[in-house]
């Protein structure tokens, strides 16, 4: 037979250890994402639970929005830690469809109260510039000879 203490401190040890493997594997998975288009722009919708603004950092790079988390465990005062099962620092990236043509001075990021983050990245508005005219010219023969 167990005694009393000595389960209850077993049985801590066990949910420790399963919590923060849950932790660490939630750390490795990317945020989910949704990406949507408008007319205008791109929005990508990333779930971000128990973030606050200056956890979070959003960066557009080889065209797609990457996002990293890093989240702080509250003090619950009069409560003790059982499981840590929550990942503290998490990341998330969408890639753009090929060839999109964005405006990243209008870009913006809203963190919203339902555990979300909303990247808004705006299509430019720009045409893009032509390509110049390839001329061929034969050998001996100059391009303005044509």
Same mark, same amino acid.
């Given at each position: 037979?167990?005694?009393?203490?000595?389960?209850?401190? !077993?049985?801590?040890?066990? !949910?420790?250890?399963?919590?923060?493997?849950?932790?660490?594997?939630?750390?490795?998975?990317?945020?989910?994402?949704?990406?949507?288009?408008?007319?205008?722009?791109? !929005?990508?919708?990333?779930?971000?639970?128990?973030?606050?603004?200056?956890?979070?950092?959003?960066?557009? !790079?080889?065209?797609?929005?990457?996002?990293?988390?890093?989240?702080?465990?509250?003090?619950?005062?009069?409560?003790?830690?059982?499981?840590?099962?929550?990942?503290?620092?998490?990341?998330?990236?969408?890639?753009?469809?090929?060839?999109?043509?964005?405006?990243?001075?209008?870009?913006?990021?809203?963190?919203?109260?339902?555990?979300?983050?909303?990247?808004?990245?705006?299509?430019?508005?720009?045409?893009?510039?032509?390509?110049?005219?390839?001329?061929?010219?034969?050998?001996?023969?100059?391009?303005?000879?044509?």
């Amino acid at each position: 037979m167990i005694p009393r203490d000595v389960g209850h401190s !077993l049985r801590y040890a066990i !949910l420790e250890r399963l919590g923060r493997t849950a932790g660490r594997i939630q750390e490795t998975k990317s945020l989910p994402v949704d990406l949507l288009e408008s007319e205008d722009a791109y !929005l990508a919708v990333f779930d971000a639970p128990g973030a606050t603004q200056t956890d979070v950092q959003v960066r557009y !790079l080889e065209g797609g929005v990457k996002v990293k988390v890093d989240r702080f465990r509250d003090f619950h005062e009069g409560f003790e830690m059982l499981i840590p099962g929550r990942g503290l620092s998490l990341s998330g990236e969408v890639d753009l469809p090929d060839g999109a043509e964005v405006d990243l001075d209008g870009a913006s990021a809203e963190l919203r109260d339902i555990g979300t983050l909303e990247v808004r990245v705006p299509k430019s508005t720009e045409e893009p510039e032509e390509e110049p005219a390839i001329t061929e010219v034969q050998p001996g023969e100059e391009a303005d000879d044509r």
